[in-house]
T-cell receptor
């Protein structure tokens, strides 16, 4: 079945540091890929998405590129802020190949940004 | 901006009791979901619902769970006889407006269920 693997956290960075959170997936066909963010005490918010190979999703300074050849969707940000401290989840949906709309999530990566 | 709303935000219940978690999905969405997140663990899919019936469920969604859309706006998850291991954050989500192919899901804020 489909699966998502994320780098384990927590990731601790100083403000303005460069962020990379690795995400790789296993799926048949061409799934859609997502990053969701969960701020402390809150629900899941969609951060960005990409629906086909080589697409780049971006939002709030975060970017991720859908790499079919490496089955990856790494999340990056050039300069993190304290307010970016949260748990980040990589997820996929493989509707076009399996007819399954439900999301498959990675285990989440906690990011802590220190002033 | 339209949003998914869930009530209550926190529910404490005794083991063996029934609980109903409530959700109001985004009004023009057609697909509804429940996920759960046990503390510190990954978000797990429970069930999806479309056209007034379950379209998919995971192995977690056993006979103690049921879902219902009792009217045109609410979507509920019932746990018949709660167990300690049901303690988790339960998220409702919706997706798929008519004619829209993408599967982007919008999540509610979650209901934290604590079974004691």
């Amino acid at each position: 079945g489909d699966s998502v693997t994320q780098m384990e956290g927590p990731v601790t960075l100083s403000e303005e540091a460069f962020l990379t959170i690795n995400c790789t997936y296993t799926a048949t066909g061409y799934p859609s890929l997502f990053w969701y963010v969960q701020y402390p005490g809150e629900g899941l918010q969609l951060l960005l998405k990409a629906t086909k190979a080589d697409d780049k999703g971006s939002n709030k300074g975060f970017e991720a590129t859908y790499r079919k050849e490496t089955t990856s969707f790494h999340l990056e940000k050039g300069s993190v802020q304290v307010s970016d401290s949260a748990v980040y989840f990589c997820a996929l949906s493989n509707y076009m190949d399996t007819g399954r709309r439900a999301l498959t999530f990675g285990s989440g990566t906690r990011l802590q940004v220190q002033p | 901006e339209p949003e998914v709303t869930q009530t209550p935000s926190h529910q404490v219940t005794q083991m063996g009791q029934e609980v109903i978690l409530r959700c109001v999905p985004i009004s023009n969405h057609l697909y509804f979901y429940w996920y759960r997140q046990i503390l510190g663990q990954k978000v797990e899919f429970l069930v999806s619902f479309y056209n007034n019936e379950i379209s998919e469920k995971s192995e977690i969604f056993d006979d103690q769970f049921s879902v219902e859309r009792p009217d045109g706006s609410n979507f509920t998850l019932k746990i018949r006889s709660t167990k300690l291991e049901d303690s988790a954050m339960y998220f409702c989500a919706s997706s798929g407006a008519l004619g829209v192919m993408n599967t982007e899901a919008f999540f509610g804020q979650g209901t934290r269920l604590t079974v004691v």
